[in-house]
Structure formats: C-alpha cells, structure tokens
C-alpha cells in the first residue's frame, strides 16, 4: 500500500444556493480544489451524495459532476450511505491511490437541499433509518435520536443544559468560520428555549440542512511535492458498520462503529488517540456529537456536557473539537459533510485556519457517520 | 496489485418476487454464494443498486443488506450509477482486494422492481439520462435511444429486422437458462410485431425490468484454492466514462466509454479481443447490444445484424454473446445486471453452464454501461 497525500482542496460556504444547479455548486469548488493542486491530470473521481436521485431527479450524478468539470472519459463513481457518503468517498479515493491503481483522484461531496422544500427534506433525512420496521411505524430521525438523548440523559442523570451548551460551543466556533452557515453565537438560553422538535430534541440539537461542496485531490505522498508546497498525508483510514435498525442494538449509547472504524484508522497510522491535536466529528445531532467523542475514547463515558462546560473542546482546550462549527453551526450538506470535515482539517493543519487555527495542529481525526451511526468512516490526517 | 479471483457465486431467477423484500432477495442469494465458497471470513461489502431509494425509501443499503447476513460490524457501501452499478460495485470489489486492503469481498447486485408499477418504473429508468436539458425537456431513455437506433438504421442502411433478430438469438439463448426472466422462444414476425415504445424502438428492443439478485465472493487468487476447486481469475478490469448527455457527442454511433474500458481490462490482462471466448454485454436496448459489440471490436461497425442472422453470437457460433440470454430476455435487474454478468460468466468458465455451455470457454468479457454508456465497466474473467 502507497502513503496517500492531499494535494488541493476547495470549499464554498454552506447555506441557500438557489441560484446555482448541483453541478454548478460543484464544478466551481471541484475546478478550485484541482487549482489548489497546481492542475494535475485526474484518473478517477468518487462523489459523496445523498439525495440528488430525489432533488434532482439524477442518477449516476459521478458522471454529471464530472463533465461539469470537463472531465469525459474519466470514471467517476456515486459513493452512497446516506449522511456518511462523503467520508466513504475519501475512504474509497483513499484506497483507489494507496492500491497504486490511480495517482490522482478527485474526492468531492454535494449536496443540494434547497431543491426541495424543508418537508420534504425531513422526509428524504429519515430515508437514513431502517424503514420497514422503523420508519414505516411511525420513527423518524429525529425521533430515533430523540430515544438516545432521553436514555442518555436518564443514564448518566445529564440534563438538557449540557446539551445546549455543546450546540453554544460549536456557534462560538462557527462565527469565526466564513464557511459556516450559521456564523453567529448564541446564548445557552437561546438554545435551550428552541421549539422542540422530538421531545427532548429541540431546534439547537438538530444540525441545518444546507447547500454544499467541498472536494480534495489526493496522490501519492511521493508525489506531493509536486503538486503543492503543504501536502496533509491521509495516514490512516479506517471504516465499520453497525446494524442498521435502533431495535437490533444491544447497547443504544454507543455507536460502535466509531470505535471500531477509529480503531482501524489509528492502527493504519501508528499513532494513538493521545497523538491526535484536533477532531471533528459527525454531530448531526448534540447527542451524536456527545457518543462520537465517547466512543473516539477522547472523553468519559456520560461526561461530554460536563467537559464541554469545562472549555475543554474550544480553541484554547485540549481537545479542540469542530472548530469549523460542526455540523451544528458549520451545517450539514448531507451528503458532503464527510468532505468538508476532510477540507476544514487539512488547512488546519496547512496554518490556514485563520481565525480558528489550533496550535498545535500536526494530526487530526475527523469521524464522518451514517443515519445513527450505521456506517462510520475515520481518517487520520498528518502535517508532512 | 495482487490478482484476483471470483470464489463464489450466486443469483435467483430474474422476474417478480412480489413475496419477498430487498433484503429477503439479497439476503439468500448472499448466503448462497458464501455457501458457495465454504463461508469465508468477510472484510467488506460492495452493492450495485439503483433504485431502493425509491422502490423502499431506503438510503444506505450497504448496511441493511450487509446486516441481512448477519454482518453487523462489515463496512458495506452502496455505488450507484443507474444501470451501471452492478458493474462498477464490482470493480470497487476488485481494486478492494487488489490492493491488498482487503482479503474477502463480498459484491452483490439487487433491485427489487416489483415494489413500484410500471409507469414509475420508467420513470425511475430515465432518471439514468441527463435531467436538466434532455428528460426534464421530454425525452425519455426509451426515447434516446430511438435517436440512436434511427440514426444507425438510416446510416449504414440497416432494416429493423435486424434488430428483432438479435432479440430473436437473446431469447433463444434464454430458453435454456432456468435464471431467465423470459425463458422462451420468439419469432422474428413476433418480434417486428410488437408495439412500438418509442419510434423505432417497440417492445422487444427493450429489456424487461425485473427483481433480481447476484452476488460473488472474491479473494486473493493465491488464496483461492482454499474456498473453491474452481476459481475465476479477474484477469482484467477497466471502467470509463463519457459525457451523461446525448446532445454533447460527437458521434452518437458510438459508445467510447466501452471501448475505453475494454482497452483498459484487456491491457491489465495481457490478453487481445480475439482470446475471448464468449462475451456478456450490455443489451439494455438492442441497438445497446449492437453498439457494445462494435465497440469491443468484436464485430465491423454496421455489420452486428448480419453476424447475427449468419450465426456468428450464437452459442455454436465463433463468438457466443449473451449466452443466458442478455437483458433482453435474462431480465435487467437494472442495478444488479452486472453482477448477474460476472455470476454467468463464471459459471461457464467452470464449466458449469448447463445447456448453454459454450466450449471452448476460457476466458471471458462482460460490458456493463450506465444509462446511454455513460460509464461503464469492462471486467475480463479467466479459468484458472
């Protein structure tokens, strides 16, 4: 297996783009990214996307995305496991380059939710839970979510507040984010007095659904240099499943797949969770936020709310955590958000963070997941 | 990159499985070739499907079908490129253990059409073409290919019987294999007879969509005989695209993408056209079937008509083509096509084809294209 690098990257801020189609939001960050990269010949593209088959009627959008950009004979392939599509995208581009089978590859993730209305798209977000026994009686995600938090604060005896802290947190760091969709601090309060949404989910535990893309060029490590002055090396990948239906699990304040997918990348990379500088990880809900980084084993079991209180997870902690506002305040384009996480990481640890630069910032993981937690991908990135 | 070997196989019978789910339909035909290849341990999942978002609601069916085997920690990723994905899931399967990442590979196809009727079905179908300018503008894939078919008869002056001749040989082939959705004979008076769908194109230059289900286990070839007296080299894989939109080609005569991808698979497997001893390729229409087997370069551009009323694809011919009866009348699972090719293929490359076993059978092609060949895949299969 070769060492893989990013080479380029590109981003637009997340939100409404109504005046641009899903193949113009993404050939403009796709064309920056290879830019960033100095232009290198493609071999292969792999797309992150959750609903474009609903928003815009599209199938086989690999292809779209990649004529979009003026590539016409090159493979281009529809990586789909709903809200975790993206990190699947890095992680099949990943292996596509470490097999030594292609030396550029293109990994980009798009969404468009602004095609459909907000209905709808709580509609198309719930098609991430088991439907025929699930979401045909009655669950949607939120509500699947909405069982977890109940347990959880009921667990380990939490209550709402630490919640709404984490969503305060993670606005304070989107309003230093120009990418961010909702650039703006709020108050514990405010987030605490949101309309409920399943009961005891409200608003500010729930991440927006926005417009999205983001894409990096990965090559060979050994070929970085060529392309860029900073490469990141994408220095260890790791991948796993859980059961797809809340009822099949034995154990609902664990998503193992975290766990077992962190386990795998830290081993490929040879570090230790202890190694790692920043994290961003897949809150599509406070509550995932609290279980991604218990099961990261970053932080106690039941004690997220607490630590969050504590600073620990801002810029200035010691375990700076979503620093480009997560999928809370940074926003969640579905199917992109894996993607982004990749893009907000890498100029991190490039020193282009700006505003939210961490320092130290020589590693970081970034954890991208599926529905609740049924497939999850880790990468572990490295300053070269 | 180490070789790889097919070391297990399944599929159902193609037709409508009204009394079974998605997951009932994989789930067997998964077990079976698992079964097949004496229940190897297995690393990950690879799934070509097109339309369970529609069909089931369901998103992320990598998991949900790895989960129907009872794999709850595997990493199982959907690829999705309409008509394409069997094709390319395989593909991802291969550079999968090529690359060393992985040892066993399980890459199933599914679809399951009977969950939507017929109109929807089409609908469904031509979410495959390019939606902005060409089906939110009336065209329909029935449609494009009627441009294509019309324009190739008024080119090379080739009468419509032609075609109905190869839907004649696919049925014919059909007849004897107990997989076949239309296991029966026609004549080439009922063929020309039938109704039309789309000027020039009538029933019988389409295939017919049915619920299907495939799926074939690989390994490492070094490691093969462990799992099987019989294994199946993927000797050879290519895979590439052209533009989605029809009105962006050149020469609409020409599916570049398939002789792309073949030249990719055959130089990956130090073997030329005329080593092939029998083909599987992409009929979805029957001129898709003409253009596959030009663009291989297995029959002059204009002639495939008259190679077809001389004998040649037969399965006593010098290039037997489609030999369980091609989509035309096998079935077209849409999103499990492909596998169902890699499934058949390597049943006669074990000798195990039964009535329709061509001799000599070494080596193997099989051409699976998305929409109007906007990706496709090429995979050559070799006895070992």
New interface residues.
Partial sequence: ?RRVAICGLSMCKVGNHYHK?L?ELFAKVALDAMENAGGPPVN?MYVGN??S??H?????I???L??SIG????????????D?SGG?ALY?GF??V????YDIVIVGGVEKMSEATHGENRKISS??I???CE?FNGLSIDGEFAIIMRYYMHYYGVPKRQFALFAVQMHKHAARNRYAQLPYEVSVEDALNMQTIADPVTLFDTAPAGDGAAAVILCPLERAQEFTDTPIEIAGAG???????LY?RKNILTF??TS?ASKIALESSKLKISDINLFEVHDSYTISGFLALEDLGVIERGKVGQSVEEGLIDLNGPIPTNLSGGLKARGHPMGATGVYQAVESSLQLRGEAGKNQADPAKVALIQNA??IG??VTVHVLKRV
Avoid: Y
């Fill in positions: 297996m189609s193949r292969a959750m609903s088959s609903e815009t009627s599209q199938k086989n690999g292809v779209l990649s004529n590539l016409n004979s090159t493979p281009s392939m529809l990586v789909e496991c709903a975790g699947a099949e292996k596509s470490a097999s030594g089978l098609k991430a088991e439907q025929e979401a991948q796993a499943s859980d059961t797809l239906a099949d193992k797949a077992e599926a529905g049924s497939l």
